[in-house]
Every structure is written in C-alpha cells, then in structure tokens.
C-alpha cells in the first residue's frame, strides 16, 4: 500500500516537473516586453541588455553623428532609411532618417541650435529604443504599440539641422569671420551667424531684438530663408504633407504650442500639445505674444502655413545650467533630459487624436 502510495506520488512529481518544463521552453520562446509606462524608474534601462549604438556619455562631432546614423540604418533596416536633407551654408550634408511605411507623415527635428546638441542625442535614443521594441520586442513601449504607430506613419527624423553649428560649439570650427561670438557656449547660430529660428517667413519682418549683424544668437538673417538650412526644411515640407512637426529644444521642461500671430486653431494646437504633456511630463506653457519672440520660428513658419501643430518641446528644466562646450551634462544624460517620461513624446504625438 505503501509503495502505491509513493508511486503515485513519484507518477504525479514527474506530471508536475514536465508541465514546469514546457512551460519555461514556452516563456523562453516570447519576445521580450519593454518596462510598462506605469514603471517610470525602469524605463531609462530599456537599452541596458543589449549593445546600445548610441553613446549617451558624450556628445556627437558631426563625424560621430554620420557614423552613428549609418550604424542605425543597418542595425535595423527593416525600419529605418537614411537620406541626405540637404547641404549646410559649410557644405555638409544633413542627414534624416525615416521610420516606419504608414501612409500618414511626420516630422521631428533636433538641434536647430548649434547648443543644442543634446536634443540630437535624445533623437537618437529615442530611434534605437523605438526601433529595438519594433524589431527585437513585441512593439510595445509602455502602453504605446509602435508596431501600430507606424503602419500608420512615416517620421521623418532630422537629428541636427545645424551641423556646421554643431560643429562650431564642439569642434571649434570658425564661423565666417564677420560673425561676432560673445561666447562660444551660447551659439545658437550658423555658420554664417544666422539664427536659425529666426530665419523662416512668418512675422520675420516684425522681430526686433536689436541684432542686426551676424551674430552667436538671434540675429534674423538679412532676409527670411535666407540660410540653406531653412531652405532644407522648407523644402522637405512642401513636398511632404506632414500631420505634425516637432522642433526639439533644450531649455525650460514645458511645449510652446500657439502664439497670437493667428489663434483661429490653438485649441486644436494646445489639446495635442496636452496629450504630448501628459505623456512626456512637461508643462503647458500660454501662447507666445510678442512676434519677436516667435517671428521667424520654423515650429511658428509650419504651424501657420499649413494649419497643423507646429511644436516647440523644451527638454531640460530650467535651474539645470547647459554646459555646450563640455561633456558636463552628459555625466547623467537620462536624468538631465528626464528621459524617462520624456522617451514617450514621440509615441503620444503620433498616438494623438487632436491633430
């Protein structure tokens, strides 16, 4: 009696142990989940088990930026394509890259400051998180479904628009010689001391900041869309019809969203701009009164000629100091851009309903 007893323990063991088995074969087998949204402290290490591509300890030169794009195109090719935007005034070429083969387009640019070149790191973290959870995950990025996102859209990503400015605050390339810097790590400008955001055709003849030469900051050009850069960009969008474009900035942890140039739609405008915020933990700002605060602005040019948002997202909290010419703000780059809410703002773009 005693040795059934124990057989049919020994018999019920064995069933117990191969369902164990089958099932870790099972779990072994799923693709990997990327941290819920909900789980905000992990959501920084999404990378951490695989060999990043991006470096996010230092800065890119413009050489690393051209390698490293190169690199993410081939990583994964299945969703990335890499082109050329156009030429700098220094005669360097811009590189885009494209995500995803939905028929719906948009648009993110980084770095149209020379400065502000963390905001090109933080495109590229953001592609490679958002290619690894298409390609080597499930899709999922929180509680947002990449894979759905874009079958949807097409993103055109230009991490730097300024590379020759780039280039001047961390390569200490010469600007042409007639530009004034005060100093080197408040350029904004080009290589022919234009300010960039300053240069496009809306409002550009009612700034006034009293810079009326090349300048490191805010001179408007001697016309509007004068510069190549601005041309690029102008370009791209009239052959593009994009849903949304986002300039990424770096100062002030909050989206500009409308201005008072024309308010007919800055409900629509400022309900997408909340759906970004709630999302990527930034605050609202009110809209931009004075025109040479948004004269000549390329997120103020787009929202205005083709009534689409047109989105300025400040990265970095205001009390944090921006140090362009050191490594300085890289020591903790998640932290200091808070990536892990502000990873998101792509995805809550195109997720968005109020476009």
């Known amino acids: 009696m005693e040795e059934k007893k124990y057989g049919i323990q020994v018999k019920i063991i064995s069933v117990l142990m191969a369902v164990v088995l089958v099932l870790g074969i099972v779990f072994s087998l799923k693709k990997p989940t990327l941290p819920d949204v909900d789980n905000k402290e992990e959501t920084k290490n999404v990378v951490s088990d695989f060999q990043s591509i991006i470096d996010i300890k230092k800065p890119e030169s413009y050489s690393s930026l051209l390698e490293v794009t190169t690199k993410l195109r081939s990583e994964y090719s299945d969703t990335l394509k890499l082109f ?11 590189p885009m890259l494209t995500m995803g083969n939905g028929e719906k387009k948009a648009l993110v640019v980084g770095a149209i400051h020379a400065r502000e070149h963390l905001t090109t790191k933080y495109l590229l973290r953001v592609i490679e998180d958002y290619c690894y959870a298409i390609e080597k995950g499930n899709g999922m990025y929180g509680d947002f479904d990449l894979n759905k996102l874009f079958s ?32 080197l790590e408040d350029y904004k400008a080009n290589y022919n001391g234009v300010d960039l955001n300053r240069n496009f055709p809306l409002a550009w003849d009612q700034i006034d900041n009293g810079i009326t030469r090349p300048y490191g900051y805010f001179f408007k050009g001697y016309k509007s869309a004068s510069e190549k850069e601005s041309q690029a960009l102008m370009k791209l969008c009239e052959e593009n019809a994009f849903d949304f474009l986002l300039s990424i900035h770096v100062k002030g942890n909050c989206i500009f969203w409308g201005d008072q140039y024309n308010e007919n739609y800055n409900g629509i405008y400022k309900a997408f701009a909340q759906d970004i915020a709630n999302s990527g933990g930034f605050y609202m700002t009110d809209p931009t009164e004075k025109a040479t605060s948004y004269g000549g602005g390329f997120e103020n040019w787009f929202r205005h000629t083709y009534t689409k948002p047109g989105l300025c997202i400040e990265l970095v909290k205001n009390e944090n100091i921006i140090e362009a010419c050191t490594s300085e703000n890289y020591a903790d780059f998640n932290k200091f851009v808070n990536y892990n809410k502000s990873c998101y703002a792509i995805a809550a773009a195109l997720a968005s309903d109020n476009k």
Do not use: F, M, W
């Open 84 to 94: 050329t935007l156009g030429y700098s005034e220094a005669g360097k070429a811009i």
């Open 152 to 183: 949807q859209y097409t993103l055109y990503i230009v991490p730097c628009v300024n590379p020759d400015g780039l280039e001047i605050v961390r390569s200490r390339l010469a600007p042409k010689k007639n530009v004034y810097i005060d100093k």
